[in-house]
C-alpha cells in the first residue's frame, strides 16, 4: 500500500466569490463515489470526507491536522482553486502528498503540475480506479487518469471511462453524516414538499454535447453520456428509502430527458413499492420535454426541473449551438406550468454575438417565463469560457496575449476572462452587459445573478 489515510476534501470557497444560493443540502457525491470505490474494493487504510458545505473553513483545518493524512485528495472548482492551494500547501508541509481531480483540474492538470510543487498528482475525469490503484501502490506508469511528474517532466497516462455512470453503489451511511445535509435542506430557500431528498446520480455527461459537440460555454469533462441500468437506480433509491427514509432525489446529471429511451424505461421499471418516491429537483434540456415526456416527468413526482434558456434571441441561440428556439422555451414552460413542476429558468448573459438588441430580448424573455407562476428561480450568468469549453478554445485562437496568458496558467482570472470575451466576441461592452444582468435581478425578488 502506498497510502494509509486519505483525507478528501471539498474545500470551501475563496474570498471575494459569491456563494451558490443552493448551497448546503448538495451531497458530496464526487468524494462519496470515491471513497465508496476503495472500500468496496477492500482498500484497507483509513478515509476521511470534509465537506464545507457542512464544515467550517478552521473546523475542516482542524480535521484534517487531527487526522494526519498521509494522501488529502481536492476536488477544487474555478471559485475554491486558491483554498485549493491553501490547504493544498499547509498538508504538503505536514508530510502528506496532494491529489487534485474534478473538472476544474482535469483541464489543467498539466498546468497546475507545472506551476505547484506541492501538489503531486492529478486525478483526471474519473477518480475512483485511479485513486484506488494510487492508494494500493500500483505503478504510476500504470495508472489510467494519473498525470504526475518523473524526473521534473509531467506524464499524462491516458484517459479511461467506465460504461455506466456508477462505479459500483455509493453507500451513503459512509464518512458523511446524511443528518447534516437534510437539516440544511429544511432551512434551504425553496424546500417543497419534500423532507429528506439525497442527491443521486442516474447519469453522467450531456447527450446533446456528445451528438452536437454541446454548447459552446460548455467546459463539462465527460465526452459522451452514460445512464445507469433503470432496475439498478431503483434498487438504490429503495435501499435509501429503506435505510435513510428518504422521500426523493436530486439529480446531478447534466439532462435527465436527454435519452428517452432510457427515461421511458426509468418510468416503466419502477416499482409499485416506490411510486411515492419523487424527484425534487433535476437539470434538463427544452427539447425533450415533449408534452408526453412531462406527463411521465409528473407521473414521476417531479417538483423542479433545470431549464438552460440562455437567450430571448434567436440568432444568440444559435451562435451559441443552444439547439432551440426562444417559442420553445415559452411552450415548454407553458406546458410544465400546466403540470405544476416548478422551473429554475437559467439565463446567461455575454453570449457570443451579443448586443444591446439581443440583451433587450432576453431581458424580455426573462420577464414573459417569470409570468409563469411556476417559476421559482431565475438565475442569471455571465458567459464565462473555462477551459475545455469551445469558448475558451475561441479566446486562445482570437487572442495572441490571451494565449501566451492562459496556455500553462493553473489561476483563472475570471473577471478578466469575462471581459476579454465581451471584447472579442459581443457586439457590445461589459457594462451594458452587467448593466442588462442587473435589470434581469431587479425583475423579481426570485431572481439572482450567479457570476
Ligand atoms: C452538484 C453540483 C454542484 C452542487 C454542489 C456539489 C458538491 N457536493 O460540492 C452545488 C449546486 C452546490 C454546486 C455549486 C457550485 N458549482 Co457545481 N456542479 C455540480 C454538478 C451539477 C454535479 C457534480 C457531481 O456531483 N457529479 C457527480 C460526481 C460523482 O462526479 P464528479 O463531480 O465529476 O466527480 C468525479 C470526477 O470528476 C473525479 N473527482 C472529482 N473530485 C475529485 C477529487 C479527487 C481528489 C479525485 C482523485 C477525483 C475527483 O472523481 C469523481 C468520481 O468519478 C457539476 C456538473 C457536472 N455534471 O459535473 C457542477 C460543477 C462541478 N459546478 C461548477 C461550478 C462552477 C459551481 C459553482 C462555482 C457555481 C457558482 N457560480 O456558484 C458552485 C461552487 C460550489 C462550491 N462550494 O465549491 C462547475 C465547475 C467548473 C470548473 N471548471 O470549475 C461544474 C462542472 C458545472 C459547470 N459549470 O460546468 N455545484
Ligand atoms: S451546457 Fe448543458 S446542455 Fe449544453 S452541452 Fe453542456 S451539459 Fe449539455
Not at 77 to 88: C, D, G
Not at 115 to 138: P, Q
Not at 197 to 205: D, I
Not at 359 to 364: G, H, I, P
Request: charged share 25%; with cysteine.
Amino acid at each position: 500500500m502506498r497510502y494509509w489515510r486519505i483525507s478528501l476534501v471539498n474545500p470551501p470557497l475563496d474570498e471575494g466569490t459569491e456563494k451558490c444560493i443552493d448551497m448546503g443540502h448538495w451531497l458530496p457525491l464526487n468524494l462519496m463515489s470515491l471513497s465508496s470505490y476503495l472500500v468496496q474494493n477492500n482498500y484497507k487504510g483509513q478515509i476521511q470526507i470534509l465537506d464545507q458545505q457542512v464544515a467550517g473553513e478552521q473546523e475542516m483545518i482542524r480535521s484534517l491536522r487531527e487526522f494526519k493524512p498521509d494522501l488529502v485528495g481536492i476536488s477544487p472548482n474555478m471559485n475554491s482553486y486558491h483554498k485549493t492551494l491553501e490547504i493544498a500547501g499547509m498538508m504538503k508541509n505536514a508530510g502528506a502528498d496532494i491529489v487534485l481531480g474534478g473538472a476544474y483540474a482535469t483541464r489543467l492538470a498539466s498546468n497546475i503540475l507545472k506551476n505547484r510543487e506541492f501538489i503531486d498528482y492529478v486525478i483526471a475525469h474519473d477518480g475512483e480506479k485511479s485513486l484506488l490503484g494510487l492508494a494500493e501502490g500500483t505503478g504510476l506508469e500504470e495508472i489510467k487518469n494519473l498525470v504526475f511528474r518523473k524526473a521534473g517532466i509531467i506524464i499524462e497516462n491516458g484517459t479511461e471511462h467506465h460504461h455506466a455512470a456508477s462505479h459500483g453503489e455509493i453507500d451513503y451511511s459512509l464518512f458523511i453524516d446524511l443528518e447534516k445535509y437534510f437539516e440544511n435542506y429544511r432551512k434551504s430557500l425553496n424546500p417543497g414538499q419534500y423532507k429528506k431528498p439525497v442527491t443521486l446520480m442516474t447519469h453522467r455527461g450531456c447527450v446533446w454535447r456528445e451528438k452536437s459537440g454541446g454548447c459552446v460555454f460548455c467546459s463539462r469533462i465527460e465526452p459522451f453520456a452514460r445512464f445507469d441500468p433503470a432496475h439498478e437506480i431503483w434498487a438504490r433509491l429503495g435501499a435509501l428509502k429503506e435505510e435513510h427514509g428518504i422521500d426523493s432525489f436530486i439529480d446531478v446529471g447534466d439532462d435527465f430527458t436527454g435519452d428517452v429511451a432510457w427515461f421511458k424505461r426509468l418510468h416503466s421499471f419502477r416499482p409499485s413499492e416506490l411510486k411515492d418516491i419523487g424527484i425534487r429537483f433535476m437539470y434538463s434540456r427544452v427539447n425533450n420535454l415533449s408534452l408526453e415526456n412531462i406527463g411521465i416527468l409528473k407521473d414521476l413526482n417531479t417538483t423542479e426541473i433545470c431549464l438552460g434558456f440562455e437567450s430571448g434571441d434567436p440568432r444568440i441561440l444559435r451562435n451559441s449551438r443552444k439547439g432551440h428556439h426562444p417559442e420553445q422555451q415559452i411552450q415548454t414552460a407553458r406546458n410544465l406550468s400546466s403540470k405544476g413542476i416548478n422551473i429554475i429558468a437559467a439565463f446567461m448573459v455575454g453570449l457570443p454575438g451579443e448586443s444591446r438588441e439581443s440583451l433587450d430580448s432576453t431581458l424580455k424573455q426573462a420577464s414573459r417565463i417569470l409570468e409563469f407562476s411556476n417559476v421559482s428561480e431565475l438565475i442569471i450568468s455571465m458567459t464565462t469560457p473555462l477551459p475545455g469549453s469551445r469558448s475558451f478554445e475561441m479566446l486562445m485562437e482570437r487572442d495572441e496575449g490571451f494565449r501566451r496568458k492562459y496556455e500553462d496558467a493553473d489561476v483563472l482570472d475570471i473577471p478578466e476572462i469575462q471581459g476579454e470575451w465581451i471584447g472579442k466576441f459581443c457586439e457590445t461592452d461589459y457594462g451594458a452587459v452587467l448593466e442588462y444582468a442587473d435589470r434581469m435581478r431587479n425583475l423579481s425578488p426570485k431572481a439572482f445573478v450567479e457570476f
